[in-house]
């Protein structure tokens, strides 16, 4: 009975916020909007809105997905940590998924796609990704560079930096990790911080 | 009334469980302390990514420690700011998404308000009652007429006096933090050296700059002339010029507004030399320290404040409480 299990879906580590509460695959009610720098003010008002109209508690969902990034955008914490609560205060089973995937998921036709975050002074975080019909496929690790040259390097994929993600597509991929211990989610980061680089 | 309260505005995170604005059922306190030494200090990004990394665990190891259910939590209290945004966020959106998951109310507590009321754990306050706030980013004196009313007297014009021992021990190769360095080795040295009396203003401000410089200074003539520097008595010097300072515009506050109490609240409140000179000073009149358990930041003051805000205010936040860096105190 795979296909009525409840899900909720949360991702806040771009400045696009989404909050998903699915049947299945299917959409009871999703949000998508782009935030000013506020997910932490906004998430938690969004979360309690959606379940409140489709007349759900957060008790009812069977699965919680949660894009833990790359990034460094402050936003992708607020999103872990939320579901990181939800998975261990209910018990609830927590699966992670690349924020990129998400994005990538977007993408309505077929072929290569590029999603990207930005990460400041010319650089992204990004990955390349092949879709065919409903399934992604990692082709490229994802990694912080400079923009410019990853759009150099792959100049046949199609740029993503916005769009609502696809949980049907991401549900068909092999993209969702998971968690076995929920005290150790985190955000991927993919870069130290300043003071440790400087460090090192 | 049991309150579950989340503390993470600098480098500890830490939950607690408290009853009726008194008892401590539980109080778990996650230090990074030994991960900023190398640095030299807290280093924002890497205090959020550790609160991330621990906030379920000491939610779990809090409720497991007061012996208690969920359902038996009546109020959820967490700190809303001062302290480092990206450090706040963390704890307040625990706390949002734990008090929405069990419908619990929720409301957000000042930090300054939270260390004036890990006074009140052994002890009750009475009113008026002058409160002095030392820690690493505070120096101020508080009046307070009743509980949960603040009135701001006056407040550092430049360092707080936690921020000039850090600097003070960085110069001396003491390590960080330096509070706690430098007040033990002041304990086993002498005021040898002299140190610039800090002008009296008429107000009740602080100014820790010229003191801080002046120290500053005197090392690195030392240093030039090639001299060493007697490290303990520098420390003792130091420590008895701003112990002094502390004292003498509490002195002040106290005498002026006819207060029946003073207390001593925030991380500084651990200095011995500080402690001594509290209750030498204050024969006349009530005066409490916190025990050195809720002199650092910790959970368990913010549940107790948070009890008091929700007794005199019987107001709780919704789910767009959020973070601030800056906050007033008289203003809540
Ligand atoms: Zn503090």
């Given at each position: 009975?795979?296909?009525?299990?409840?899900?909720?879906?949360?991702?806040?580590?771009?400045?696009?916020?989404?909050?998903?509460?699915?049947?299945?695959?299917?959409?009871?009610?999703?949000?998508?909007?782009?935030?000013k720098?506020?997910?932490?003010?906004?998430?938690?008002?969004?979360?309690?809105?959606l379940?409140?109209?489709?007349n759900?508690?957060?008790?009812?969902?069977?699965?919680?997905i949660?894009?833990?990034?790359?990034?460094?955008?402050?936003?992708?914490?607020?999103?872990?940590?939320?579901m990181?609560m939800?998975a261990?205060?209910?018990?609830?089973?927590?699966?992670?998924?690349?924020s990129?995937?998400?994005?990538?998921?977007?993408?309505?036709?077929?072929?290569?796609?590029?999603?990207?975050?930005?990460?400041r002074?010319?650089?992204?975080?990004?990955?390349?990704?092949?879709?065919?019909?409903?399934?992604?496929?990692?082709?490229?690790?994802?990694?912080?560079?400079?923009?410019?040259d990853?759009?150099?390097?792959?100049?046949?994929?199609?740029?993503?930096?916005?769009?609502?993600?696809?949980?049907?597509?991401?549900?068909?991929?092999?993209?969702?990790?998971?968690?076995?211990?929920?005290?150790?989610?985190a955000?991927?980061?993919?870069?130290?911080?300043?003071?440790?680089?400087?460090?090192? | 009334?049991?309150?579950?309260?989340?503390?993470?505005?600098?480098?500890?995170?830490?939950?607690?469980?408290?009853?009726?604005?008194?008892?401590?059922?539980?109080?778990?306190?996650?230090?990074?302390?030994?991960?900023?030494?190398?640095?030299?200090?807290?280093?924002?990004?890497?205090?959020?990514?550790?609160?991330?990394?621990?906030?379920?665990?000491?939610?779990?190891?809090?409720?497991?420690?007061?012996?208690?259910?969920?359902?038996?939590?009546?109020?959820?209290?967490?700190?809303?700011?001062?302290?480092?945004?990206?450090?706040?966020?963390?704890?307040?959106?625990?706390?949002?998404?734990f008090?929405?998951?069990?419908?619990?109310?929720?409301?957000?507590?000042?930090?300054?308000?939270?260390?004036?009321?890990?006074?009140?754990?052994?002890?009750?306050?009475?009113?008026?009652?002058?409160?002095l706030?030392?820690?690493?980013?505070?120096?101020?004196?508080?009046?307070?007429?009743?509980?949960?009313?603040?009135e701001k007297?006056?407040?550092?014009?430049?360092?707080?006096?936690?921020?000039?021992?850090d600097?003070?021990?960085?110069?001396?190769?003491?390590?960080?933090?330096?509070?706690?360095?430098?007040?033990?080795?002041?304990q086993?040295?002498n005021?040898?050296?002299?140190?610039?009396?800090?002008n009296?203003?008429?107000?009740?401000?602080?100014?820790?700059?010229?003191?801080?410089?002046?120290?500053?200074?005197?090392?690195?003539?030392?240093?030039?002339?090639?001299?060493?520097?007697?490290?303990?008595?520098?420390?003792?010097?130091?420590?008895?010029?701003?112990?002094?300072?502390?004292?003498?515009?509490?002195?002040?506050?106290?005498?002026?507004?006819?207060?029946?109490?003073?207390?001593?609240?925030?991380?500084?409140?651990?200095?011995?030399?500080?402690?001594?000179?509290?209750?030498?000073?204050?024969?006349?009149?009530?005066?409490?320290?916190?025990?050195?358990?809720?002199?650092?930041?910790?959970?368990?003051?913010?549940?107790?404040?948070?009890?008091?805000?929700?007794?005199?205010?019987?107001?709780?936040?919704?789910?767009?409480?959020?973070?601030?860096?800056?906050?007033?105190?008289?203003?809540?």
């Amino acid at each position: 009975m795979k296909t009525s299990l409840k899900r909720l879906v949360v991702d806040s580590a771009t400045d696009w916020l989404y909050v998903g509460i699915f049947e299945g695959d299917k959409a009871l009610i999703t949000h998508y909007e782009q935030g000013k720098n506020n997910h932490s003010a906004t998430l938690m008002p969004t979360v309690e809105k959606l379940f409140k109209e489709v007349n759900l508690d957060v008790i009812h969902i069977d699965e919680l997905i949660v894009g833990i990034g790359p990034g460094s955008y402050t936003g992708v914490r607020i999103g872990v940590v939320v579901m990181k609560m939800f998975a261990w205060t209910l018990n609830k089973p927590l699966y992670t998924v690349s924020s990129l995937a998400l994005l990538a998921s977007s993408f309505t036709s077929n072929g290569l796609v590029m999603p990207s975050i930005d990460a400041r002074r010319g650089n992204a975080f990004l990955g390349i990704y092949d879709k065919e019909g409903q399934q992604l496929t990692l082709r490229h690790a994802e990694k912080h560079m400079a923009l410019k040259d990853a759009l150099n390097d792959y100049p046949k994929a199609h740029h993503v930096t916005q769009g609502e993600p696809s949980l049907p597509v991401i549900l068909h991929s092999n993209v969702l990790v998971k968690v076995d211990d929920v005290h150790l989610v985190a955000p991927v980061y993919l870069r130290q911080t300043e003071a440790e680089r400087n460090l090192s | 009334m049991i309150v579950l309260s989340v503390e993470s505005s600098c480098d500890e995170t830490s939950v607690a469980i408290s009853k009726d604005g008194k008892h401590v059922l539980s109080n778990v306190v996650l230090s990074q302390i030994s991960l900023h030494q190398a640095f030299g200090g807290v280093v924002p990004e890497i205090a959020s990514r550790e609160h991330v990394k621990g906030i379920t665990v000491v939610f779990e190891q809090a409720i497991k420690e007061a012996q208690l259910h969920v359902d038996d939590i009546d109020l959820i209290a967490v700190t809303k700011g001062p302290g480092l945004i990206g450090s706040l966020l963390v704890g307040i959106n625990a706390a949002k998404a734990f008090a929405f998951a069990h419908h619990i109310p929720l409301i957000g507590v000042h930090h300054i308000a939270g260390h004036i009321y890990a006074n009140q754990v052994n002890d009750e306050m009475v009113f008026p009652l002058v409160a002095l706030v030392v820690s690493g980013g505070h120096t101020e004196l508080i009046l307070m007429k009743d509980h949960y009313q603040f009135e701001k007297l006056g407040e550092t014009q430049d360092d707080a006096v936690g921020e000039a021992y850090d600097k003070i021990a960085r110069i001396l190769h003491l390590g960080y933090p330096g509070g706690p360095v430098i007040d033990q080795m002041a304990q086993t040295g002498n005021p040898t050296y002299p140190m610039p009396s800090i002008n009296p203003t008429g107000t009740y401000d602080f100014s820790y700059s010229g003191l801080k410089s002046h120290v500053i200074n005197t090392v690195n003539t030392h240093k030039m002339k090639k001299e060493p520097i007697q490290t303990h008595n520098m420390a003792a010097s130091f420590q008895q010029a701003a112990v002094k300072h502390l004292i003498e515009q509490s002195k002040k506050a106290v005498t002026d507004t006819g207060a029946n109490m003073f207390i001593v609240a925030g991380g500084v409140a651990a200095n011995q030399s500080l402690r001594r000179a509290v209750f030498e000073t204050f024969k006349d009149i009530k005066v409490t320290v916190p025990a050195f358990t809720y002199c650092t930041d910790n959970a368990a003051m913010i549940g107790i404040a948070g009890y008091y805000q929700y007794q005199q205010s019987k107001k709780h936040d919704d789910l767009s409480l959020n973070g601030a860096s800056r906050m007033d105190l008289s203003s809540i």
